[in-house]
């Protein structure tokens, strides 16, 4: 490989590992992102996490096989492929952990309290 490639992967592997510390250290409150860490997420952190998705899956259907054999191919699946799917399709923009911004979700076609009251 040439410098400047080896250069440039170096430097997406120290991104990517240093973005997976902050996933762990985040509080379990609702958060309210600012417009520059929107801005991060989107321009630098989710295109990083696709490529981990990626990266994941191929890792993951290499080591199928031996996954197989030893019993574990599921938890493979979830730590190489939906987890980082998660990460990037799943979390707010700008929140570091994964999931919907707002977990009330209300469902439109079910009739409301005050309605079945009534």
């Known amino acids: 490989m040439s410098p400047k490639l080896t250069r440039a992967l170096t ?4 991104a990517c590992l240093l973005s997976l510390s ?3 250290q985040a509080d379990t409150v609702k ?3 600012s417009a520059l860490a929107m801005t991060g997420d ?3 952190a989710r295109p990083a996490l696709l490529a981990m998705t990626v990266a994941g899956s191929a890792v993951y259907l290499v080591s199928l096989p031996f996954s197989l054999l030893g019993g574990n191919a599921s938890e493979a699946g979830k730590v190489l492929v939906v987890d ?3 990460a990037t399709f ?4 700008g929140c570091t952990m994964s999931g ?3 977990d009330n979700v209300v469902n439109a076609s079910a009739p409301s309290s005050s309605s079945a009251t009534q």
């Open 11 to 14: 430097a997406m592997l120290a």
């Open 31 to 33: 958060e309210t992102p």
């Open 42 to 44: 989107a321009l630098f």
């Open 22 to 24: 902050s996933f762990s």
């Open 100 to 102: 919907r911004a707002d």
């Open 84 to 86: 980082p799917a998660k």
């Open 90 to 93: 799943v979390r707010c923009l």
